[in-house]
């Protein structure tokens, strides 16, 4: 059996501007075949009035009900990244398999998250590997965890209603939720012969600035080692130049001996002829 791979982090900014350029190929990145593109597609219909991801955060947002004043440095979306093992999810796709994923994948994102609250889901059929860019918006209801701490510590807090709607990212992502996303959706990947990976593993999925960096040294290592190949050639090719001189002198030397000795010979001969 394959692994699942799942990727959840907090966007970045009031607009997350570069993922949406990611996701959506308003940009290009090296490691897409752009001749594939046309093969990725949004999974989640948009409200109306809605065109793009980033107007899909706004308004889910603005229209979530939500009280308190939003502060410019809360984080307003959370990327989660959903896939496979390469060649698990290739085998998926061979047996006509892939829609059904992603709708299970879509599916388990409504139950874990909020259907109201998953905004886009983009699958991506052009990278190596069919991968679900989702994101949602971290609308809770109740009271903020900190409050919650106060009261069970004996401090006093004023009384707050239980069904607040907040946007609280640090709420949604708690370690134990995040152990419990991983196994709810390894649950909901078995039937595609898919795993939860070793718990506490120190393995790390490879950033998209990560494989950059590693593809330019390794892009570096690769130019050093073909600037000593042709190095290399170039010793050997002068080199096969000076066997050739040599063998041609060689040749010539024994072709001037030759021509001596059959000289010599003739000469010899008609001195015997007197």
């Not at 000076?242 to 000289?263: C, D, G, H, P």
Request: charged share 30%; aromatic share 4%; proline share 2%.
């Amino acid at each position: 059996m394959g692994y699942i791979s799942i990727q959840i982090n907090k966007a970045k900014g009031s607009a997350d501007t570069g993922a949406s350029d990611h996701i959506e190929r308003k940009t290009i990145p090296k490691n897409a075949d752009p001749t594939r593109t046309h093969l990725n597609r949004e999974l989640v219909e948009f409200s109306d009035g809605v065109s793009d991801r980033t107007e899909a955060i706004s308004h889910r947002i603005r229209t979530a009900g939500i009280k308190r004043k939003i502060t410019p440095d809360q984080v307003r979306a959370i990327r989660i990244v959903l896939s496979g093992t390469h060649e698990d999810m290739m085998k998926i796709q061979d047996e006509g398999r892939l829609d059904e994923w992603c709708d299970d994948n879509l599916q388990w994102l409504h139950r874990t998250f909020g259907k109201e609250n998953t905004v886009s889901a983009v699958l991506h059929m052009d990278e190596h590997t069919p991968h679900i860019h989702a994101t949602v918006v971290p609308i809770v209801t109740g009271e903020r965890r900190k409050a919650k701490k106060k009261q069970t510590e004996g401090k006093r807090s004023y009384r707050k209603k239980a069904n607040i709607v907040r946007l609280c990212a640090d709420d949604v992502l708690t370690r134990e939720k995040l152990v419990a996303y991983h196994d709810s959706y390894a649950r909901v990947m078995e039937k595609y012969g898919l795993q939860r990976g070793v718990r506490g593993s120190e393995a790390r999925h490879t950033t998209t600035a990560q494989y950059y960096r590693d593809l330019i040294r390794q892009t570096g290592e690769l130019e050093a080692n073909v600037q000593q190949l042709q190095t290399e050639q170039q010793q050997a090719e002068q080199q096969l130049d000076e066997v050739r001189q040599e063998v041609k002198s060689e040749k010539l030397e024994a072709a001037k001996t030759e021509a001596k000795a059959a000289f010599v010979a003739k000469v010899g001969s008609l001195l015997g002829r007197w």
